[in-house]
């Protein structure tokens, strides 16, 4: 097996509105790779609870992460680019993600599973999520917001790639693929 292509994944990271889903969609057309919405792994539960305006529990969140690090590590497996919206605002969270590369040392940050944060005030946060509701697009609510700012941990050993997320998407876009290459 020594030369097959090995896949990588490249996860779009950071707080509810902060673009995940339009700029991890635009990132994966642009490297002509699928798009997963971490979102859409949630179980019933989980959208339930949140949809109540009830933070999720680790209980909640880490059987979640465990099946999108599946789905990572099967896409990586079979050579596959992919990449993946998902909030990983803590470190514990990200080294389930980066443990998908069956070759990770946990702490190492030395993975084919790479992170890409979009950094946005809450400011515009909130106006987005209130916008979003608005037009019954997600069912997490505004209120939520400030549990998932409080949780948001970055440790700038683990290289994560910060990128401002006011900018219009093409921007944002272009800064992602500058700094990939």
């Not at 490249?10 to 995940?20: C, L, N, P, T």
């Not at 979640?64 to 896409?75: G, S, V, Y």
């Not at 992919?82 to 590369?101: F, H, T, W």
Request: hydrophobic fraction near 40%; include cysteine.
């Amino acid at each position: 097996m020594g030369s097959d292509p090995k896949g990588r994944a490249f996860v779009i990271m950071g707080v509810s509105g902060a673009g995940k889903s339009t700029i991890g969609a635009m990132l994966a057309k642009a490297l002509k790779c699928d798009f997963l919405d971490a979102d859409d792994y949630h179980s019933q539960a989980n959208k339930e609870k949140m949809r109540q305006g009830i933070p999720l529990s680790d209980e909640d969140r880490i059987p979640w992460l465990e099946t999108l690090q599946d789905t990572l590590r099967e896409n990586i497996i079979n050579g596959k680019t992919v990449i993946l919206g998902c909030s990983a605002l803590q470190k514990q969270y990200r080294e389930i993600l980066r443990a998908a590369d069956s070759n990770y040392e946990p702490g190492s940050y030395c993975s084919l599973v790479k992170f890409i944060l979009l950094n946005v005030q809450v400011e515009v946060l909130v106006a987005r999520l209130e916008k979003r509701a608005a037009e019954g697009k997600h069912f997490m609510p505004a209120t939520l917001l400030q549990s998932q700012l409080d949780m948001l941990q970055i440790d700038n050993s683990e290289g994560i790639l910060k990128i401002d997320a006011t900018q219009s998407p093409e921007a944002i876009l272009n800064h992602i693929q500058n700094a990939l290459i």
